[in-house]
């Protein structure tokens, strides 16, 4: 188990290689954490195993779930650029 600076720092690190392939970084745990626990404890042998689950998985959600999503979105992605900025820049106020 890591210590919280330890989860930071391997975060970050992540973050900082992934921007330099030019990925765009975009967290959204409110949805991988409710299909990761949906999908909890099951075995997938192949892609087309994964098919019908997460078909049903994304049926399963309502309207709200979607609309909470989306907003909290723009919010995840404001703090990838305060992250980046400070990673990159030391200030978050260069690139604004």
């Known amino acids: 188990m890591q210590s919280g600076n330890e989860e930071n720092n391997t975060s970050l690190v992540i973050l900082q290689k992934l921007l330099e392939l030019g990925w765009n970084v975009l967290s959204h745990p409110h949805l991988f954490?409710?299909?990761q626990n949906s999908l909890k404890n099951?075995?997938?042998?192949?892609?087309?195993?994964?098919?019908?689950?997460?078909?049903?998985?994304?049926?399963?959600?309502n309207q709200k779930f979607y609309e909470h999503g989306i907003m909290i979105l723009s919010e995840?992605?404001?703090?990838?650029?305060?992250?980046?900025?400070?990673?990159?820049?030391?200030?978050?106020d260069k690139i604004m």
């Open 33 to 35: 954490h409710s299909m």
């Open 42 to 61: 099951k075995i997938f042998n192949d892609a087309d195993d994964v098919k019908s689950p997460l078909i049903q998985f994304f049926a399963s959600k």
């Open 76 to 92: 995840n992605w404001h703090k990838v650029r305060i992250e980046f900025c400070l990673i990159f820049y030391g200030e978050f």
